[in-house]
């Protein structure tokens, strides 16, 4: 079964750097999500993204954070200059699309889990 | 603004017994979609099941069935004869359908950790 793909699993970097987290989503999905969950609480929505531009942002989503889908396959998230409370796992999410929303599911890659010292 | 309302933050069953996980949602919109994921101890989140707000049938999966009931805004999730390999964080998610919009997001509720002791 086709699957969201995460690199890395794991990224340690020190406060103040930046940092960029990868995301392969499933091949014939349109619609991507960049989620974060700080540990021990709840999913939280960052941005998403169609036809190659932002639909949607957060407002956790600030000047620092960015996203792009440099080629056909690849869709990143970037945090310019990484703070403490940057620290969580990071989710990426695809789902299908079709003219008319019908409740598609996301499906989400394993997570990067970010630990900024 | 859409919210979900997860009460019960942590059950504890023993294995072979039936659990039901709660979800209250507030939405303005009149067609949405809820969803359940499940969030094992390795991390990954995994899609269980979608509902939509027109569609009111309950519906057994399975040892998975869900209570949608669009008056008291509530869509309760049961597994039935828990299985330790059951144990995970499960979460209730909100997706509003706005017409002219391409987003779609998720709004998680906190979630509720379920252990299924042997």
């Known amino acids: 079964e086709p699957e969201v793909t995460q690199t890395p699993s794991h990224q340690v970097t020190q406060m103040g750097q930046e940092v960029i987290l990868r995301c392969v989503p499933i091949s014939n999905h349109l619609y991507f999500y960049w989620y974060r969950q700080i540990l021990g609480q709840k999913v939280e929505f960052l941005v998403s993204?169609?036809?190659?531009?932002?639909?949607?942002k957060s407002e956790i989503f600030d000047d620092q954070f960015s996203v792009e889908r440099p080629d056909g396959s690849n869709f990143t998230l970037k945090i310019r200059s990484t703070k403490l409370e940057d620290s969580a796992m990071y989710f990426c999410?695809?789902?299908?699309?079709?003219?008319?929303?019908?409740?598609?599911?996301?499906?989400f890659g394993d997570g990067t889990r970010l630990s900024i010292l | 603004a859409q919210k979900v309302t997860q009460a019960q933050t942590e059950i504890s069953v023993v294995e072979k017994e039936d659990v039901t996980l709660d979800c209250v949602y507030e939405?303005?919109?009149?067609?949405?979609?809820l969803f359940w994921y499940k969030q094992p101890p390795s991390g990954e989140l995994v899609f269980l099941i979608r509902?939509?707000?027109?569609?009111?049938q309950n519906e057994i999966s399975g040892r998975y069935s869900w209570n949608f009931q669009k008056s008291t805004s509530s869509f309760n999730f049961t597994i039935t004869a828990s299985q330790v390999v059951d144990s995970a964080v499960y979460f209730c998610a909100l997706s509003e359908a706005r017409s002219g919009g391409s987003n779609y997001k998720l709004t998680f509720g906190k979630g509720t950790l379920l252990t299924v002791n042997p």
């Open positions: 939405t303005r919109d009149t067609t949405y979609y």
């Open positions: 993204f169609y036809n190659n531009e932002i639909s949607e």
């Open positions: 509902r939509n707000s027109f569609d009111e």
């Open positions: 999410a695809s789902r299908t699309g079709t003219s008319t929303y019908r409740g598609q599911p996301q499906h």
